[in-house]
């Protein structure tokens, strides 16, 4: 009979990579930021946001203290209920591919997506930390990609979901935020 389990005195490497390989191996946090803010071989590609962070321990003064509704026309909490701070950072979005199905069904209509301007991916860096209460206010740029001074709101996008994708060592490589368009 065969024993499949290791005995006491044997030693098992679980490990894929062996102590010490880290060498030549990629760091996702330096390329990442390489790749938004530009070093001396490559342009910067990141755009300047507006991250409005709901503050969800404090409510916002358009609730109502007997029933907790909010307010539809608040303009302070954008009709979340939160008390939001803005921070700016620099990040980078792609437009989202969608494909056509029937909502009743879950039948696909079509054998290709289309690119829907409404939705989009933001990515931020490690150290950013949104959640999906959060806002991502679009700002103006010039055709250089420099911030428009005054700053300018073009468009407002709600975070829907927040993906953490990990490094080899189970550290957060960056933010990917999952939006969808708001009207404003």
């Known amino acids: 009979m065969v024993n499949f389990y290791p005995s006491a005195t044997m030693t098992v490497n679980n490990s ?6 880290t060498q030549g191996e990629i760091v996702l946090r330096d390329e990442f930021h390489r790749f938004i803010f530009g070093d001396a071989d490559n342009p ?3 755009n300047w946001i507006i991250l409005r962070r709901a503050n969800t321990t ?12 909010k307010s ?3 303009t302070k909490c954008s009709k979340e209920g939160y008390v939001f701070y803005d ?4 990040t980078y979005y792609s437009q989202a591919m969608v494909r056509q199905f029937d909502p ?16 989009r991916k933001y990515y931020f860096e490690y150290t950013v930390r949104p959640t999906d209460k959060d ?3 679009m700002l103006r740029h010039d055709d250089e990609g420099n911030l428009v001074r005054p700053i300018i709101k ?4 709600d975070i829907t979901r927040v993906v953490d994708p990990r490094d080899i060592n189970g550290r957060i490589a960056y933010y990917e935020c999952h939006t969808e368009k708001e009207e404003i």
Do not use: H, W
Not at 16 to 21: K, L, T
Not at 58 to 68: D, G, M, V, W, Y
Not at 109 to 119: G, M, Q, T, V
């Open 104 to 119: 009743r069904s879950q039948e696909v209509l079509a054998d290709i997506s289309i690119l829907n301007p409404d939705i």
């Open 87 to 90: 921070e700016i950072f620099k």
């Open 72 to 74: 539809a026309g608040c």
């Open 16 to 21: 894929m990579f062996p102590q010490g390989s």
């Open 44 to 46: 910067p590609r990141g």
């Open 135 to 137: 806002l991502i206010v």
């Open 58 to 69: 404090q409510l916002c003064s358009c609730i109502n203290p007997q029933t907790l509704e």
């Open 154 to 157: 073009e468009s407002i996008y």
